[in-house]
């Protein structure tokens, strides 16, 4: 797939990713996917990590998520903007880049709104396999916008959720994922309450889009031995659990300096413990240790799970996956020669002109 | 221009970029795009800005350099790889997006290796309008690589800078400077030395890109009265000007946290007195105070330099400028529901086989 000029830049639109990720499987893809992220976690200690760059203004957030595993550099551009669904917008809009570090030059620019997506619901399965009781079959899905059907899914293939009990305060929103997920083989359950929901559910996720302290779920809601997994608080002033049950739950997060400033423990001191996923993954730390044990995953999104992504994508993307190309980076005769190239295309152009001129004029004369 | 799809993003190619300069004439490009970045300049304090996120490697640096002003935010990817040119790569090479802050969306993608070496010597010969002497008329112009033509003639078209005296370390990037800009209608002079091209200039530029502490100016060197333009100087461990020059020298600067620890300031102590170039701009601090004084625009390049030349390439765009289109930003037809538009591409990419067999079939069976 490597493109013949140094210009080149491959572009994965839109369309084409949902090309590639039909072209996979959807659940092959969550599958595939969710081993790159796992990986990654596991090599954790090789990344030059940062959190997340943001720009916030009255309605929204945009972030710049660099990092790099020495070999490559990857960053991804996301908003989040919670009333860009009036004007018919997403909530949360991606595009990212995968570099090569020697050089420095872009290796691949792609959409990252489907693929974000799809790496927060793999994520979030790569915690549930680790945190969740043993034998978990039903989740309570509260908040059914953009991310819930990719949660299920994930949650479904790395797991066996084979049940989903939905709630959301619309109830559109529910019958539409529930809609999605008719073909996927799955139960599922429209709930009127959030308290519905929760019942008999081993594992509870949250994903809602409200941009402000909400309460998705009640200290009441939870009982012992439940996996919470927390997607939708990850912004500062953007929560969706009670205090209380911060307070009686084992916490995992992603980057701490991140999920402080951005997840559901900024209702928490800055020393409350928390224990980073990727300890879990490599076995240095526990995941659950008991059965009344309520876990919870704080799920704010780190950039490392991008990375994962964009490498995934890349590599499916040799294998023979479909891509654009893009005339993005400058690529004068000599490399120094920057200002050369726009004398010479300045040349070129008159060239033509001076071409066509001569053809326009000589087949105006030929006949006398 | 406004694009008629919120999928689509428009994208500036480097191909587009070169008719774009060309059409408006790279001089008057060069003036245009001055009055962007003075504009912003003028108006600092509304910027939300960070010192730029750089990731070092061995042989470079990968950047990401954001800022907003609450309408628009804009950012680029850019890096900085000396050894490139071996391989014949660029050794700064950009891109960057300008995005709406309301919606979060990205506005316009573009290519930023041909507009980073226009807005870099833009910026360059502001400063040198509030900083050089009055009637100067000769330039020493040291380092003749990719940045020097574009300096040359930013120098020309804003201080009437009439005289080059030319030097590089290699011979061949002097001649091939001397001959981009042989139809400019500047005398051009080149040098044997740096001590031979400082001769009788009221302005020294250094432009080198050696990713080392290297003295390109020594101390001697530089006479009462120069304004000097150090240009290559802009990572760290990378500077160009001998210390004992510094401490004769007023020193000007973009941002002094980029600055400090990226210019040739991070030779002095982090207290060392610096003025921002914003504050000579508005008039708020002097510029040149004496005909003896030594003044030195400690350049690194900074983010609302980018942000201006984008915002300047975004309305030439509006009145008629080329771009292309990406399909960047998905765009299901109800908001919420991305996996929804995944289930119906599939649907869609289901029916054309669907019809593309019937009409086979159909064609085969006209006959029987």
């Not at 200690?45 to 203004?57: E, G, L, N, T």
């Not at 959301?168 to 139960?187: I, Y």
């Amino acid at each position: 797939m490597m493109p013949p000029k140094l210009n080149i830049v491959p572009f994965v639109s839109v369309e084409a990713m949902m090309d590639l990720v039909l072209t996979t499987g959807t659940e092959t893809f969550l599958r595939e996917l969710a081993a790159y992220v796992e990986a990654d976690f596991r090599r954790w200690d090789m990344f030059d990590k940062v959190a997340r760059i943001a720009s916030h203004s009255r309605d929204g957030v945009i972030e710049l998520m660099p990092v790099s595993d020495g070999r490559f550099y990857a960053f991804k551009y996301v908003n989040g903007h919670p009333k860009n669904t009036r004007s018919g917008r997403q909530t949360v809009a991606a595009f990212g880049v995968l570099s090569d570090v020697e050089s420095g030059y872009p290796l691949l620019l792609s959409e990252m709104t489907i693929l974000t997506a799809l790496r927060t619901a793999a994520t979030s399965a790569i915690a549930a396999k680790y945190l969740a009781p043993g034998g978990a079959r039903t989740m309570a899905l509260i908040g059914n916008g953009a991310q819930s059907e990719f949660q299920a899914l994930a949650f479904k293939v790395l797991l066996g959720i084979d049940t989903l009990r939905l709630y959301d305060l619309d109830p559109c929103a529910t019958q539409r994922c529930r809609n999605n997920l008719s073909k996927f083989g799955m139960t599922i359950i429209a709930c009127r309450s959030a308290e519905e929901a929760v019942e008999g559910a081993q594992i509870i996720t949250t994903a809602t889009a409200d941009k402000r302290n909400a309460t998705i779920l009640t200290d009441n809601m939870v009982g012992p031995g439940v996996h919470i997994n927390a997607v939708g608080g990850d912004a500062p002033g953007k929560t969706e659990l009670h205090h209380d049950i911060l307070l009686r739950s084992s916490i995992f997060v992603e980057y701490p300096p991140q999920t402080r400033v951005e997840g559901e423990i900024q209702q928490l001191n800055a020393d409350h413990p928390v224990t980073e996923l990727w300890r879990v993954v490599t076995g240095e730390k526990a995941g659950r240790d008991s059965d009344d044990q309520i876990t919870l995953f704080d799920s704010v999104g780190f950039a490392t799970e991008d990375f994962s992504a964009l490498r995934y994508v890349h590599d499916k993307l040799r294998a023979g996956g479909g891509f654009d190309t893009l005339d993005l980076v400058a690529d004068p005769d000599e490399p120094r020669d920057l200002f050369g190239m726009l004398l010479r295309h300045a040349a070129h152009k008159d060239e033509a002109l001076i071409r066509l001129r001569s053809s326009t004029s000589g087949s105006g004369t030929t006949g006398g």
